[in-house]
């Protein structure tokens, strides 16, 4: 079934009405997301198109029951014409819905090829698809509805509220250590979660980490994720985020599955840890000096192991969850509970 393009307000409005009338009836409550930028585009670009919001999910617990799989070659899902859309390299996610069987509409992010005539971009989608319906879910790793491929191939995702490269390019929305931990552990949680089903996530920027109305992170945008062993062919990415052994001009081989695994993985953390100093310090050129004095020692020290050049030197993705958590779990053990504070702003000052 070919994914089809409805306008609004016309059967849209009608569909949701019913559904609307149908829940309210039987006791469902209204949940209307509270963090930040609710409801915007989880991709957050510059060339992010208005469109008049849908109305909140209808739901009792969040999001619908998470089936077993995905549902492939999925129906009863459609993009609104008028609705916010944002481009990449390879595809278009746009604003849609979604109609489970027992009829109720749900808001969704429908990623297609930006040309179904050209084949990188139709084989990027594929990919994605092939490794999410791969993996078995996990909270941090974004849900996907359902999908289809083949030369005109399609993927449904939940809609998140917001992207961590959007949270972190708003004025005012400085986050505390504690929310940077936080983040930092439900990434590498779900890095963990890809290597223990032979699958590689090299390089990850701000925005493809969604947060959800809690401020949990799920790992997005999977059109360059990889088998283990074939890695270094997904390093087309952004390369102040990527490790150094990625960069085409820095590529050697890699020996064995065994081998490939370890440094794909220390690829990400490498990636990892480029987030994390984003978030800390506010920019990726700050000083090393300015952030080293004003953040918290432990934490700026970790980030620094996790950037190391060479990828012997970092720590493991079970290693990075084990030492954020730790953070966590005695950051208010001292007289003052470093986790709530907000230094960014006074880092990238110092730096400047």
């Not at 509409?105 to 989608?125: F, G, L, Q, Y």
């Not at 505390?176 to 290597?195: E, F, K, N, S």
């Not at 925005?207 to 088998?227: K, V």
């Not at 980030?303 to 012997?312: G, K, T």
Request: hydrophobic letters at 35%; glycine letters at 10%; proline letters at 7%.
């Amino acid at each position: 079934m070919v994914i089809a393009e409805i306008r609004r307000p016309g059967i849209t409005s009608r569909l949701y009405s019913t559904s609307i009338r149908r829940q309210k009836h039987h006791g469902w409550k209204r949940k209307h997301p509270r963090g930040i930028d609710a409801g915007l585009d989880p991709q957050a670009p510059a060339n992010r198109r208005e469109g008049k919001p849908l109305p909140p999910n209808l739901q009792s617990a969040g999001r619908p029951k998470l089936p077993g799989q995905p549902i492939l070659n999925i129906e009863n899902a459609a993009a609104l014409v008028g609705g916010w859309q944002s481009l990449g390299k390879h595809w278009a996610v746009r604003e849609g819905v979604w109609f489970d069987k027992d009829g109720r509409a749900w808001k969704v992010a429908i990623k297609s090829p930006t040309d179904t005539k050209d084949r990188a971009c139709a084989e990027a989608i594929n990919n994605e698809c092939s490794t999410l319906t791969a993996v078995p879910h996990h909270p941090n790793i974004v849900w996907v509805i359902g999908g289809r491929m083949g030369d005109d191939p399609v993927i449904v995702e939940e809609l998140m509220p917001v992207n961590l490269g959007r949270l972190l390019s708003k004025s005012g929305s400085d986050l505390t250590y504690r929310d940077i931990l936080m983040i930092g552990v439900g990434v590498a949680r779900g890095m963990c979660h890809l290597h223990e089903h032979g699958h590689t996530r090299t390089y990850m920027t701000p925005s493809s980490i969604l947060l959800d109305e809690e401020g949990n992170a799920m790992l997005a945008r999977f059109s360059d994720t990889s088998d283990v062993s074939n890695f270094r062919d997904a390093s087309d990415g952004t390369p102040a985020y990527m490790a150094p052994e990625c960069l085409p001009q820095n590529g050697a081989a890699v020996r064995g599955p065994r081998a490939a695994q370890l440094e794909a993985e220390k690829a990400g953390v490498y990636s990892l840890g480029k987030v994390l100093s984003k978030c800390v310090a506010a920019s990726l050129g700050v000083s090393e000096a300015a952030a080293g004095r004003l953040c918290h020692a432990p934490l700026w020290e970790f980030i620094c192991c996790c950037i190391r050049p060479h990828p012997q030197d970092r720590p493991g993705c079970h290693q990075v969850v084990e030492e954020l958590n730790g953070m966590l779990d005695g950051s208010g053990s001292s007289t003052e509970d470093w986790s709530a504070r907000r230094l960014r702003a006074q880092i990238w000052r110092a730096s400047r």
